[in-house]
C-alpha cells in the first residue's frame, strides 16, 4: 500500500533539520575568558562535551573552543582526524593539568594503540592553544588551518586518565568508543 505524502508526514521529515538551529543557539548564551565569541556551537553528545568555532573562508583557518566536563586530575582531548576516523591519525589538541598542577594544552599526532604522548607537531598548522579549568570543565581555545582547506572533516574527541603529569588512558568501553563524528564546519552539523 502507497501512503500519500501529507502535510504532516512532510513536516516530521523536516524535523531533524529545525531542530539543530535550537539546539546550536543554547550553546551560543556560553560564555568565555577575554571575551572570545564563536559564531558557531554544537553539542557533542557524548562525554559532556560542546564544540565551538568560527569558521574563516578567507584563509581557511577556524577559531575553536572545546570544553568538556572533567575532574581536574583527567584530561580531555579533541582532535581532526583527515586521514582516516578514530585515533589512529588523529591530530589532537588536549588538555591537563601537568606535573606541575598547571593547566596546560598541547598538540599530539596519535599513530598507534600505545602512543607517549607529548608536545609535538600536527600535520596541519596550529596557529594558538590555549587551556583553562574552571567549574568542572576544561576549555581548550586553538586556532588551526582546517586541512586540506576542507569545511568537513572527521573529528574524535577524549577524556581519560593522566599520570605523571601526561595523558595515559582512557575508558575503552561506552562513549569514549563512540566519541568520534564528521563535523561541517560551514553549517555546524555533525554527521
Ligand atoms: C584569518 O582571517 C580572519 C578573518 O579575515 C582574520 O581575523 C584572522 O586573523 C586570520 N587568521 C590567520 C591565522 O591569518
Ligand atoms: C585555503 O584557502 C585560502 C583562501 O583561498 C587560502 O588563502 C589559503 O592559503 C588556503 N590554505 C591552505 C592550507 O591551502
Ligand atoms: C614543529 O614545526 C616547526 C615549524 O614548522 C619546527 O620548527 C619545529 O622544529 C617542529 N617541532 C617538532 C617537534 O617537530
Ligand atoms: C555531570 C553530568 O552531567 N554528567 C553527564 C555526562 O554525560 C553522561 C552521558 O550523556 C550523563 O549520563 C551524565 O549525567
Redesign the pocket.
Known amino acids: 500500500m502507497v501512503l500519500p505524502m501529507r502535510p504532516a508526514m512532510l513536516l516530521l521529515s523536516f524535523l531533524p533539520s529545525l531542530i539543530l538551529p535550537c539546539l546550536a543557539q543554547n550553546c551560543l548564551s556560553d560564555t568565555f575568558s577575554n571575551n572570545r565569541l564563536y559564531t558557531r556551537c554544537s553539542s557533542l553528545g557524548r562525554l559532556n562535551a560542546t564544540l565551538y568555532w568560527t569558521y ?1 573562508p ?2 581557511g ?1 577556524a577559531d575553536i573552543a572545546y570544553r568538556a566536563q572533567q575532574e581536574s586530575s583527567g584530561f580531555v582531548a579533541w582532535a581532526i582526524n583527515p586521514s582516516s576516523s578514530g585515533m589512529i591519525g588523529a591530530n589532537a589538541l588536549l588538555a591537563f593539568h601537568d606535573s606541575a598542577g598547571t593547566v596546560t594544552a598541547i598538540t599530539y599526532l596519535f599513530s598507534n594503540f600505545t602512543p607517549s604522548v607529548r608536545d609535538s607537531n600536527l600535520t596541519f598548522r596550529v ?1 594558538s592553544r590555549e587551556a583553562e579549568y574552571s567549574n568542572g570543565k576544561y576549555t581548550i581555545y586553538s ?1 588551526v588551518a582546517l586541512p586540506g582547506n576542507r569545511t568537513t572533516l572527521n573529528t574524535v574527541w577524549q577524556a581519560g586518565q593522566v599520570s605523571g603529569g601526561v595523558p595515559v588512558s582512557h575508558a575503552l568501553s561506552g562513549d569514549n568508543i563512540r566519541s568520534m563524528a564528521s563535523t561541517n564546519f560551514l553549517s555546524g552539523v555533525l554527521e
Request: glycine content about 0%; charged content about 0%.
Open positions: 574563516h578567507s584563509n583557518t596557529y586556532t
